[in-house]
């Protein structure tokens, strides 16, 4: 509980470079994530050249005015060809957001901070992120994750979470 009080998606980081060992041992722990049948159809494409970090950061929605100081970005994409059946291509993206949960938790241990970027899933984006990646035909943008130091002076806005009564009904 403590861990996911203390997590909060920072958007202002420092001037400073993350060591690429810290986000493999973040990557190792969000590896133990559930997914269905052990697929784990999703990879983590990271950047932290700061010109490929600008021009992939650019590309989905809601991220103008901060871009400019991501030390590095991470597209998490998912794999179509890990399931046979159309009736499965939703699991891409409850896989893959389990994985970048844990992902966030364990960035957080490491001294970390990130936050995840939603995909608008819109069709000019779509073309613009499958040629800065080069992405196969089975493969799909899940969501974005900004990573870096926070910068003490950076704001991180405040939302206050629903309550227990709210989210949760038995039976």
Sequence with gaps: YALCRQRRSVRWYQDQKVPRELIDQAIVAA???????NRQPF?????DDP?????IAGIPMGTVGFTHQFPVIIVLVGK?????????????????????MS???ALETLGLSSCPI???GIDKREIQMDAALGLETYERPVMLISVGFAR?????PFSHKKGLNQIRKYN
């Excluded at 990879?43 to 950047?47: A, D, G, T, V």
């Excluded at 010109?51 to 021009?55: A, F, L, Y």
């Excluded at 179509?80 to 970048?100: F, M, P, T």
């Excluded at 003490?152 to 991180?156: A, F, H, L, M, R």
């Design 152 to 156: 003490q002076t950076g704001k991180i």
């Design 80 to 100: 179509l060809n890990a399931y046979e059946s159309d009736r499965d291509r939703h699991l891409i993206y409850i896989d893959g957001s389990l994985a970048a």
């Design 43 to 47: 990879e983590f494409r990271i950047f």
């Design 118 to 120: 939603n995909w608008p």
């Design 31 to 37: 590896a133990q994530s559930p997914s269905a049948c």
């Design 103 to 105: 992902f966030m938790f």
């Design 51 to 55: 010109i490929k970090v600008q021009e």
